[in-house]
């Protein structure tokens, strides 16, 4: 079985995500900068590394061995798929209950988006993305190790 990495096993690496956000050529990285500030001021427990090639956010408090595959620590990370948009997804984005309308899309699985095309649009829905952020969170906490 292979080495588990730092997003399953929880350990943060913002120095990858510094040197990423250095070399990041997108119209909109001013955007994914204050997303990226937004989602980690959002609560002490979000990790940050660099999976699918992008910023991705987890959490890094304790909880119950998962399969893998299952990305139980995942929280959201960024797609650069668009040069208009900055796109966050979530891959449990569908169990949130409260989202102040930030979510979007409609998918098989649990996955939503969030959509920013300026900073005045991260201003407007910070308090929403964190809130989801925190919810999130405390969805994986409840999952917490047992001894």
Known sequence: ??????????????????DFMRQLKHPLKNVVAAVRE?????????GEGIYWNAPTFFFTGPMAEADPKT?????????F???????VVFLR?????KDGGLLEGTFKDE????VFSSLA?????????????RE???????KKKRN
């Open 81 to 87: 798929n668009r040069q208009d948009v900055v796109r």
């Open 111 to 114: 996955r939503k988006l969030a």
């Open 38 to 46: 937004v989602i980690l001021q959002a609560d002490p427990r979000v």
């Open 121 to 133: 649009d991260v201003k407007k829905h910070t308090p929403a993305l964190q809130a989801i952020i």
């Open 93 to 97: 984005g569908a169990t949130v209950k």
């Open 71 to 79: 990305y139980p620590r995942y929280l959201a990370g960024f797609v």
């Open 1 to 18: 079985m292979p080495k588990p990495n730092n997003l399953y096993l929880g350990v943060s690496e913002p120095a990858l995500v510094d």
């Open 136 to 142: 999130l969170i405390e969805n994986c906490a409840s």
